[in-house]
């Protein structure tokens, strides 16, 4: 019954402590799939304990690959991995399901699963997924509920995609290492995730040429063997805590960031914000008065402001000296967080694909849904804002992705707790 799970926040003067930022979500997904392509016992360090993981881990064990996880280290064994079909129960319960279906036609030649599930934003098609795969030689139909792609021969090609999808990219370097000859991407995205998982993708065996570009040459192969793997911190929550301390007087220690270059867009706009950040080894020393400055604002494909980070900015903004915009350009409808804002008397509106944030004297606690992962984040960080108490509904959202938001933040001083 987890979505019956609520989280009480009250508004917070000053923070001050230690977080760790714990290891990526997006990141280790796609590596997770990407170890279905090799034959022995993978480890993963420095794995997230989020529902994400865990539901992954239920779909690789529908084909016989053990998982074991202990202290955030993941082993996989797929000795033992068998074809199977994965159903819609589990699959639907995350968007990234979808890349196993790279991942079976890298080792199998064929999936069939369920179709993803996750978070309600936009449309979210995975149109380009297929038209990558049908140029690999893939026949691709829907029966029964189920996506079912079958190759007779997986073939490399030379494929465009028309937008540089995270996911899609994501799927066609999976499917890529198992076809035959070479594969190009064009138009590829180039998001961090990516240029991990192609390092992770090389660390067994496969020829990748062009990582952290937007043509990536992939060179099919059957034999590939296992690695280790230490995943990278979490981006997007170390930029939901950024953005938290530049809105709230705050003197944090941010631990676990050895390298600044996967966030610098986002300490561009916190510095625009107001908050004072210093770098030293495996850490940033943050600090703010909780003066927040307005500004206008525009997510966009990396190395632009993550979309993933715009409910928790709009949130942010709203204790700005004055009137601020943010114009999303990745989906089309990510502007849950608005009408909950306003129940804390938040002063905003959407017009065309801009919220327009009104300076706001004091926000007023009141009851507000989560209803996707990112919009719950920026829901607490609002409640941290606003006067009195204020409770999230739906938490389940915000468990698939933050490990332990309650906790991190009751250990710098703020007062917050599961009811």
Sequence with gaps: MDFLKAISVRESSYLKG???IQGSKN???PIIAATVLTDGISVIHNCPDIKDVEVMCELLQ???IKTCYKDHVL??????AQYAMLPYELTGKLRSSVLMLGAMLGRWGRAEIGMPGGCTIGTRPIDIHLEGFSRMNVDICMKDHLLCCDSFYL?????HLRYPSVGA???LLLAACGAKGRTILRGAAKEPEIIELCNYLQ??????DGIGSDVLVIKGTKYLCCADYINVYDRIVAGTYLLMAAAIPSELLLTGIDDIHYIKNILKVCAQLGLNVIRFDRCLHVWSNGIVAPGKF??????????????VLISVLLRAGGDSQVTETVFENRFSVVDELKKLDGKLYVKGNTVFIEKTDQLCGHTVKATDLRQGAALIVAGLMAFGYTTITDTSYIDRGYEDIVGDLNRVGAEITYI
């Design 155 to 159: 073939q490399g090609c030379d494929f």
């Design 27 to 29: 990141t280790v997904l």
């Design 203 to 208: 660390s067994i065996g496969v020829l990748i």
């Design 298 to 311: 525009a997510t966009g494909i990396y190395p632009e402001f993550p979309t993933d980070l715009m409910p």
């Design 169 to 171: 990219t994501e799927n």
């Design 18 to 20: 230690t977080i760790e």
């Design 75 to 80: 082993s996989i064994d797929t000795r033992k």
């Design 62 to 64: 529908c084909l016989n």
